[in-house]
């Protein structure tokens, strides 16, 4: 245990005593007095905040400890997974996770789709990819497939190839070739980067003197809304769907009679 | 001395229409309506009160919230950024 020396003021005797002794009596003149020597502050390990995400199933805004790798939503109970992938040689898993998926260089994914909190890609993918928040696109990325997010990135030094990009705000900063982009509310093209689309769709754009940009480009309107995500095929969804056609079925019978 | 130099850019203002093909100098801020080619040694912004139905060729671009485009973009065709292309990346092979 750390000690200091205190002088009795009564006595001027000194004596050892507990860094963290607020006060005592004196040995020498059995006299209390309070200790006044300055003490350090003890070093507190602050708690760290808690993370909060939305369940993707109900939308409820959830929280957990930051080191928590799994937890149920507290609305409606489903799994969620917190952790954290790196994906390096060749794998095929179906990955959803709160966390974040890195792609590595030296990684080759092939899979349906995968979902994150947060996607960085330098590997090649084969692969929808969705994500919460951004996805990132880094050197030697490649993604054969469709990927939406609020913000996409491209860095700078990349060479990026992908398939159809869906964000709110794409940013460029090195070189990305697709087929579609569309940019819900902005697309921005930095110095140095380069754009070459075959169809771009967006709501904003700024090409900064220094960049480069090729494509057919429409614009949206600022509150048009993002494509619906593929639902999966259920009975449902098969009964709705013959429900709406005979509705546009039964519409054009009743325009085709009313013309004639 | 000193030269004076017209260095601003032109401007479109709303409800001029123009249809053509249309060169500038020092780029133009479109807030009318355009329908025809437009190229430029500067900046294309189109404001939020402008519309513009054709290519564009400038060195830099801007098109606002609100403003209306439909065409084929090249911005930059002079900083060698573009990669060189082999028939393109996602169109189909002609079969021979």
Known sequence: MKKHTCTCPHCLSTQQESASAISTYCRNCNQYYKIEAPRKRRLVRLPRENRVFTCQTCQWSCRAVPSAISTQCENCGIYLDLRSYRIVGTNGDPLFTYGSIEFASTCAYRAMEAVADQIFVAGRVHAGLRAFTSIELQEKGSVRGWQRAPLIRVVEGASVVALHLEADVVEVFGMLQADTVRARHKLKIHAGGVLVAREISCAGLEVARGAALKGQIYTLQPDAEMVPEPQPVTAENIVLKRETNESVSRAAFFFLSESR | ?96
Request: net charge positive; glycine share 18%; with cysteine.
């Open chain 2, 1 to 96: 001395m000193f030269r004076i130099q017209h260095i601003a850019p032109s401007q479109i203002g709303p409800g001029l229409r123009l249809r053509g093909d249309l060169s500038f100098q020092r780029g133009v801020v479109i807030g009318g309506a355009i329908q025809g080619t437009i190229s430029t040694d500067g900046c294309v912004q189109v404001t939020p009160t402008g519309t513009v139905y054709g290519a564009v060729k400038s060195d830099a671009m801007v098109i606002e919230k609100g403003a209306q485009f439909e065409g084929y973009v090249t911005i930059g065709s002079g900083t060698g950024l573009f990669p060189k292309e082999k028939g393109g990346l996602f169109r189909r092979r002609h079969q021979a």
